[in-house]
């Protein structure tokens, strides 16, 4: 299982159930869409989608959040250019881009939302879906981890 997430080269060859494949197809398209949101839009989502009252800010603080959101749209960017990549051409690089997406949405729950939480006045949508999203990672890295039984 370890050779899987770490492999010796990276070639298109995906050994773990398909359903965790497409599954992993329907977080590029998602991780793509939410970058040029956070990238484009005027307030970089920032007021719009995570609730941030950028109304009851200072100019200066309000551009500071707008500019550390388009920056997240950037990295968001790369992520997603990457897992795209892995679709098409490096599909055994899939089950290392699900540790890594675990990671960062446990970091998200368990570090930086508990030590650095931001003023909001609502519910933000990662806020919610920051820890099923950590354990649907990890249940579909185990998944592409697996091979499936090959009946012979």
């Not at 990238?39 to 200066?60: E, H, M, R, V």
């Not at 603080?61 to 990457?82: D, E, K, P, R, Y």
């Not at 960062?104 to 879906?129: C, D, H, L, N, Q």
Request: net charge positive; proline share 5%; aromatic share 16%.
């Amino acid at each position: 299982m370890l050779n899987n997430l770490f492999p010796a080269k990276f070639d298109n060859e995906f050994r773990g159930y398909k359903f965790s494949l497409w599954i992993f197809y329907l977080l590029t398209a998602i991780t793509l869409w939410r970058s040029q949101h956070h990238l484009f839009s005027a307030d970089g989502g920032a007021q719009t989608i995570a609730t941030i009252p950028l109304d009851s800010y200072s100019t200066a603080a309000s551009n500071a959040v707008i500019t550390t959101f388009s920056l997240w749209g950037l990295s968001q960017l790369i992520i997603g250019l990457l897992y795209l990549m892995s679709c098409l051409r490096y599909r055994s690089m899939i089950p290392l881009f699900y540790l890594l997406a675990a990671l960062e949405y446990f970091v998200r729950f368990a570090y930086i939302g508990v030590v650095k939480p931001m003023e909001t006045a609502g519910t933000a949508p990662g806020a919610t879906i920051n820890l099923p999203f950590t354990l649907a990672f990890l249940l579909l890295l185990f998944f592409s981890l697996k091979s499936p039984s090959r009946r012979t």
